[in-house]
């Protein structure tokens, strides 16, 4: 009886789950829809030829199950469901070219034994302005922010402790410098006098972030480096790098931040996707929860997030 009732719970949680991310995703859709009604691409049919908007989008929705019922061999009923939206706005004009990126991704699984916890969280602008000076080189300005929209929790206390939340943290990276960029799908930027804002709007979490502990907000300046390469390794799969470095010159320059984000694409048609991917993190200033030796202690380490799923996109 009991297995019956948790697997019926299981399924009201799962449907709950599935409506929700199906009713955001056909706004986000129809949004897309609509606005391209509102967007007049310039090309060649144009009066000025000499401006041109590249705009390309995408929205995903990637599930992933497993149910079991009076399985010899055992296992968890789980659930997860994802929402990812992927938009580029690239703009050139004779010699300056302006590329942007918005990337928003929220992300929820479901077992029985756990319910509900959150298993992707991230917002992201990337933006680099910049005017050519000779063929495949560019003097740039870049600017980065990177967060998340809700709370997080280590779930290995009790009580569950938090980690972090909406602009805790948030990073703002910005500074000049110079880049090679061969296309969109190849770009390397380099700046050697770059600034990053580090925000924790939770006080709790302030010095878990390398903050001090009555502010909000740590000031740092150095250089940055951020590539992008996507590659078509065959038919409908292509592989996605992002690399961010950054070196502060104002306290200990040798420990350089890593992010690091992989991507795999692959294509079943114009709608069906599978899609595979791993981001690892290094920030010698943020305290992550570890055990050693049977003790629980904070300290730098690495972070790894993987997501795989097959799922629905619509590009446009």
Request: aromatic residues 16%; hydrophobic residues 40%; proline residues 3%.
């Amino acid at each position: 009886m009991n297995s019956n009732l948790h697997f019926l719970h299981f399924n009201q949680a799962k449907m709950k789950l599935f409506k929700t991310l199906f009713f955001a995703s056909t706004i986000f859709l129809g949004n897309s829809v609509f606005a391209q009604d509102d967007v007049t691409p310039l090309d060649s049919t144009v009066t000025d030829t000499t401006k041109v908007w590249t705009i390309k989008g995408e929205n995903t929705f990637l599930v992933n199950q497993s149910t079991f019922s009076n399985w010899a061999a055992g296992g968890v009923n789980s659930f997860a469901g994802n929402l990812i939206f992927n938009y580029d706005f690239n703009y050139k004009k004779g010699k300056w070219n302006w590329d942007n990126k918005v990337l928003a991704a929220y992300g929820q699984t479901f077992q029985k034994e756990t319910d509900w916890r959150k298993n992707d969280d991230r917002f992201m602008i990337n933006s680099l302005l910049g005017y050519e000076a000779k063929q495949y080189w560019m003097y740039t300005f870049f600017l980065n922010f990177n967060t998340q929209f809700a709370k997080g929790y280590d779930y290995t206390t009790e009580p569950k402790r938090l980690l972090s939340g909406s602009f805790a943290p948030a990073y703002l990276s910005f500074g000049p410098g110079f880049a090679y960029k061969r296309s969109d799908n190849f770009r390397v930027n380099l700046s050697p006098a770059s600034a990053r804002f580090i925000f924790v709007g939770i006080d709790s979490l302030r010095t878990d972030y390398g903050l001090d502990a009555d502010k909000n907000i740590r000031t740092e300046f150095g250089a940055s480096l951020d590539a992008y390469y996507k590659v078509d390794l065959m038919k409908n799969i292509s592989f996605e790098n992002i690399l961010k470095l950054y070196s502060n010159y104002l306290e200990d320059p040798q420990n350089i931040d890593v992010d690091y984000t992989a991507n795999l694409f692959m294509t079943v048609n114009d709608y069906i996707t599978v899609n595979a991917g791993v981001q690892l993190l290094y920030d010698d200033n943020t305290m992550v929860p570890k055990v050693k030796n049977g003790i629980e202690e904070k300290g730098p380490g690495l972070q790894v997030r993987q997501i795989l799923g097959a799922g629905i996109t619509y590009k446009f």
